[in-house]
């Protein structure tokens, strides 16, 4: 990932219906999770928002999406993406001056 960040978009489903649902993200090497804001319009079922990669280090980010459905039964499922905010490294090369 690089650029902007990224837009995520989370579907939760049970058959006794779904009472809550979050994402928490961490960059590479981070020991602590960071809860990521959802977008007006979200709800429990459809969870939408983004996460400003721009500002994470290098390496893998790592998303967990955790669910709880309304008899108390809870759900994560975790996902690795890697973040790549270092730009490339250019070298112009001149032809040397003809001798003479």
Known sequence: MSGRGAHLSVIASDTSGV????????????????????????TATNLNGNIDTTVLPDGTLTIAVLSTDKVGNAGTTTVQYVVDNTPPSIIVSQPQAPFG
Not at 19 to 41: C, H, L
Request: no cysteine; proline share 4%; aromatic share 8%.
């Open 19 to 42: 009472q809550a649902s979050s994402v928490q993200y961490r960059g590479n090497a981070a020991t602590s999770w960071t809860q990521m804001t959802p977008s007006g319009g979200s």
